[in-house]
């Protein structure tokens, strides 16, 4: 059974960081690309960060700089370090787990984050 459990989400003023969490179990970790998207209020849901199991990462524009995507295979799990945030970086979160060779995608239930003002 695919597990992916996030962590860390919160309230922060902007400006501040938070450093989210996501540990995966049921799955060949080295074989999925790892990713987070973000779901705000009466928004689509959106690619914030992907890594390869070789570390090559892709950010969305707007978190360039400012985001940081990285992962543990040996730990199962992979981060998603948040500096300088602003409001409109305030979402639902969401870990995604795509496996390389076949397409197969799983999400994970979602940590909330929110950026006051």
């Known amino acids: 059974q695919v597990q992916l459990v996030e962590s860390g989400g919160g309230l922060v003023q902007a400006g501040g960081s938070l450093r989210l969490s996501c540990a995966a179990s049921?799955?060949?970790?080295?074989?999925?690309?790892m990713g987070w998207y973000r779901q705000a209020p009466g928004k689509q849901r959106e690619l914030v960060a992907s890594?390869?199991?070789?570390?090559?990462?892709n950010y969305e524009d707007s978190v360039k700089g400012r985001f940081t995507i990285s992962r543990d295979n040996a730990q199962n799990t992979v981060y998603l370090q948040m500096n300088s945030l602003k409001p409109e970086d305030t979402a639902v979160y969401y870990c995604?787990?795509?496996?390389?060779?076949?397409?197969?995608?799983?999400w994970g239930q979602g940590t909330q984050v929110t950026v006051s003002s």
């Open positions: 890594i390869t199991s070789g570390g090559r990462t």
């Open positions: 995604n787990a795509k496996n390389a060779f076949n397409g197969r995608v799983n």
């Open positions: 049921g799955i060949s970790f080295s074989m999925y690309v």
